[in-house]
């Protein structure tokens, strides 16, 4: 797969992808999960990177500092301001 531009420039390239994609979203996992987001929190590219888990509906893992429940969250806000 070609690499995207963005994420050349993305702050988890060298980390650990566990810390990103851990198996659940609680127990010790919730730790990790936040580690995370801060990660992301200083990231050059968080919004192309949740631009892009949004627009392929990435179910799994933490992408621009948000977890799959919050996607989620976000996808149906979207959808609901485009219904009204
Ligand atoms: S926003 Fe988070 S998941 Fe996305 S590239 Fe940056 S560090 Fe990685």
Do not use: N
Not at 23 to 29: T, V
Not at 49 to 59: E, G, M, S, V, W
């Amino acid at each position: 797969m070609m690499m995207l531009d963005w994420t050349r420039r993305a702050a988890c390239l060298d980390l650990d992808p566990e810390l990103f994609f851990p198996i659940s979203l609680e127990g010790p996992s919730q730790s990790q999960v936040e580690q995370a987001k801060q990660v992301c929190a200083g990231c050059p590219v968080r919004e192309p990177c949740l631009a892009y888990a949004l627009d392929t509906r990435q179910a799994y893992g933490v992408w621009g500092g948000t977890d799959p429940d919050q996607r989620r969250e976000l996808q149906t806000r979207h959808a609901a301001g485009l219904r009204s």
